[in-house]
């Protein structure tokens, strides 16, 4: 008689397991709030020892740093690209991807001004600092541009300008958040801009 064998499971490789490790604090950290999620819960979620999941991490800290790079790589390829035909209209794009983005990934604002973010965890927080600064750079050079071509006033610095869109697209983030996500954020987030840009546009008599 012939004895049925149950078919062998193939094992993740050690790059597929730190992705779903990833993956699974991110879902984790949108459904409880990153302050929740303990090493324990993502093993529960993944199926796997918490000693398994300290292989992959050696501690939670490295798994929010890889959080924070999945969310925002520090090559900065996940950068929307704009094709449109003027500074002012690339603006816009590239604002309304990441709001775009967010609404994808309800969990980013909750980690962007978590305590693990803010107190606990300073590689996480120069991680973000850094991304931060290039989009805020970002922005200027968009902003300057539109002021060369005539379509933004050159009485507000670009930096200025920079600094309050990405003020709005954090602020904007979080209130979304706070209120259970029950508007559209990429739509809100367009109308607030058109009105901050309206105050730096020029003029014509």
């Known amino acids: 008689m012939t004895v049925r064998t149950a078919p062998r499971r193939s094992r993740k490789s050690a790059a597929d397991r730190k992705a779903e490790i990833v993956r699974t604090a991110i879902r984790l950290a949108g459904e409880l709030g990153p302050d929740r999620v303990t090493t324990q819960r993502i093993a529960d979620a993944v199926g796997l020892t918490q000693p398994a999941v300290f292989r992959h991490f050696p501690a939670k ?17 996940d950068e929307p690209e704009s094709r449109a035909a003027t500074p002012a ?15 994808r990934n309800p969990a980013i604002p909750a980690i962007l001004f978590s305590r693990e973010l803010h107190a606990e965890n300073e590689k996480l927080r120069a991680h973000f600092e850094r991304v931060m600064a290039r989009r805020r750079a970002r922005f200027a050079a968009l902003a300057r541009a539109a002021q060369e071509a005539g379509q933004l006033t050159p009485t507000i610095p670009p930096e200025d300008l920079a600094a309050l869109i990405l003020a709005l697209i954090q602020g904007l983030a979080m209130r979304w958040s706070l209120e259970n996500r029950d508007f559209d954020l990429e739509k809100e987030g367009l109308r607030l801009l058109e009105r901050l840009l309206a105050t730096a546009q020029v003029s014509h008599p």
């Open 61 to 77: 800290t490295d798994i929010w740093l890889a959080v924070g790079e999945w969310i925002a790589p520090t090559d900065g390829r």
């Open 89 to 103: 209209e690339q603006l816009r794009e590239i604002v309304a991807a990441y709001f775009a983005g967010i609404a």
